[in-house]
């Protein structure tokens, strides 16, 4: 008995000893770039939060970025960091554009260990009067007091949006959707995921896959194809549509206009 515990003890201090340490790694970094004369704001991001805000007065476009890797020892990190780190905010034909993701030709057998991440949560300023493109992987967002398009392709994560003074244009995977206070046209085409509109002034145009569907408040018409979940709709001055309901309850109320089902 007392050689298999020596035994046991020994293979536990040889293991602390000799296994490497992987702490996590964090790098804050940020970026500037003067937008006195540009309107259009195209970024293209992968794993990661995401906040933007239009803040009014603003002249430059400041970007907060967390990067964040984790799986690996520090030096190895700094290492992949260097090489597949790909972050940059450049003017190009009168647009800025920001790059923010890891480059997906980085070797999958990097991470071996346990816990594996790598991704960059950013925050960012704008210029109130800017429209926004962006092509996003991963990670919830949030898009807010914006004077200008919203168009916005999403992965995967939940999606918040509101305070928009233009159209917004939505291509999501899935996760939460909620967008409210627009003062344009919304157009949704969404895989999966509970969707949530509330005060819009122009049409809502909704394609969903999955998950209840709610809408409030709507200056122009509603209409909705969908595949399942429940629909709510209530207090639009102009007509509904229901093209398609797969399956979930449909309720309707406080319509000005007409109601096609």
Known sequence: MRSLL?????????????????????????????????????IDCGAGNLYIRGVEGLTNIEVEAEIIIEGINESRARDFMDKYLRLDLIEKQGKAVLTSYFDNSMPTTLFSFGRQSALINLVIKIPQNMGLKIDDGSGDSRIENIFGD???????????????NGNVNIDDGSGELVVSNIDGRVIIDDGSGEIRIKDVTGDVDIDDGSGDIVVRKVGGSVAVDDGSGDINIRHVSRDVDIIDDGSGDVSISYVDGRVRR
Not at 19 to 38: H, K, M
Not at 150 to 164: A, K, Q, Y
């Open 150 to 164: 919203v168009d916005f392709d999403d992965g995967s994560g939940d999606l918040e949006i509101e305070f928009i």
């Open 6 to 42: 020596g035994f046991m003890l020994s293979l536990a201090i040889n293991i602390i000893l000799f296994t490497p340490a992987f702490a996590d790694l964090t790098e804050n970094r940020e970026l500037n770039l003067v937008a006195d004369d540009i309107r259009m704001f195209e």
